[in-house]
């Protein structure tokens, strides 16, 4: 069926559209994740797993879904993740989504892997700007990045914690998926599929890495595939005393991304995280890992009252957001929620989203009988299976 970007309802119609206009290796790239996937599954079906209970004649006409998290205010409970290589997506990239989450009043992140510096981002936009960090061997760039983050007033540095090493990609492996597109025939062939993408993506500015580039060739002018990357260039040894220092330098909001035990979310709160977002990449690391959701009850217990959580993950519909913001989650971040609307349609793709997303929020909180966020409990969820947590 052909799609067009009006017929789009749901992050699943988004997800279609981008199918259709994407060569089918960059569409892999966004759409998959580790070794049999099942994590990535998971990361959704753990929410239908999950019921709501509504309350009624609560007198709902004015809802206010806003929420504050890592000192910042956000006028929704979902913030766009930070995502690599997004100018490959659609050539606006990181513009498209700036200016998008703007517009929603909504955080936006930017990657380590990003392909629009943090000063033009910095420039463009005036709602919250959390960065990404990859802890990389080279310090001087690690340092460079921090310097350049703050000097561009990010407010929130981010720690990726789960990428040691790169997930096994297996869709990845199959289409020869590099960063840049490494012109092979097959690669050819799905770009001659789709003319309007390589069109677009050949005739506007050069694809780099525009934080690294002045550091590593690698990703901008060497095509390397991301797994490769993460396993040759990011330091390994990454501890707990580094994180501690990464915050330190950083001086500002600081947060780790991929906390998902317990432990270690103690260990957050003893380094001065001001967050975590519990989070397993979406499932693009370790597969087998449990979703978010599952976990964040747990940690919301261990830690809630101390540092804020943030629920990473699995995230397609505004009852989600809905069920992960009742177990305790303070805010809520994705990543393909918005990243198929990009590679579908730019900006105005990522505005329908968000669009769409907030119209499922604000109507599914009139239907829960809430009029903001803080009233919704756990009393509000029901768990369809016994979870393992229970049945130890
Ligand atoms: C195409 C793609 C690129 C990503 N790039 C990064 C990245 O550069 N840094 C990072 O910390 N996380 C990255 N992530 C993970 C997201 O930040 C987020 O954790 C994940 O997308 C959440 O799962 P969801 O897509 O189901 O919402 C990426 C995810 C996708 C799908």
Aim: glycine share 8%; hydrophobic share 40%.
């Amino acid at each position: 069926m052909f799609r067009r970007l009006k017929s789009c309802h749901s992050v699943a119609d988004m997800r279609l559209l981008a199918k259709q206009r994407l060569p089918g290796p960059i569409f892999h790239y966004i759409d998959g994740a580790a070794d049999d996937e099942v994590t990535y599954r998971r990361n959704t079906q753990a929410f239908d797993e999950c019921d709501l209970v509504p309350n009624v004649l609560t007198g709902v006409e004015n809802v206010d879904m806003s929420v504050t998290v890592m000192d910042v205010k956000l006028d929704m409970p979902i913030f766009c993740s930070p995502t690599a290589l997004q100018r490959l997506f659609h050539h606006d990239g990181e513009r498209a989504v700036a200016r998008a989450a703007e517009k929603f009043g909504t955080m936006f992140g930017v990657s380590s892997l990003g392909t629009v510096s943090v000063e033009e981002i910095g420039r463009m936009i005036q709602c919250p700007k959390m960065f990404q960090f990859y802890f990389h061997k080279d310090r001087a760039l690690n340092d460079a990045m921090i310097a350049r983050a703050k000097e561009a007033k990010f407010e929130v540095l981010a720690l990726t914690v789960d990428s040691i090493t790169g997930g096994n990609r297996e869709r990845d492996l199959r289409t020869g998926f590099t960063s840049p597109p490494r012109l092979t025939l097959a690669g050819l062939v799905s770009f001659a599929l789709h003319p309007r993408w390589a069109v677009n993506y050949y005739t506007h500015e050069k694809f780099e890495l525009s934080q690294l580039k002045d550091y590593v060739k690698e990703g901008s002018n060497i095509a390397v595939s991301i797994s490769d990357y993460f396993s040759t260039m990011l330091d390994q040894s990454l501890s707990w005393k580094d994180a501690e220092k990464v915050r330190h330098d950083w001086g500002g909001q600081f947060c780790l991304k991929g906390v998902m035990s317990v432990a270690d979310a103690q260990r957050a709160v003893d380094i001065g995280a001001s967050a975590i977002m519990v989070s397993n990449h979406g499932g693009r690391q370790l597969d087998g890992a449990r979703s978010p959701f599952d976990q964040l009850s747990e940690i919301v217990d261990a830690v809630g009252d101390k540092i804020d959580v943030i629920l990473d993950g699995g995230i397609r519909r505004g009852t989600h957001v809905l069920k992960a913001l009742a177990a305790g989650a303070k805010a809520c971040s994705g990543g393909r929620m918005y990243l198929y609307a990009l590679a579908a349609a730019g900006q105005p793709g990522v505005e329908r989203a968000l669009g769409k997303m907030r119209t499922e929020i604000e109507r599914d909180m009139k239907l829960m009988g809430v009029k903001n966020v803080s009233q919704l409990s756990r009393d509000m969820l029901r768990f369809r299976s016994t979870r393992i947590d229970e049945r130890n």
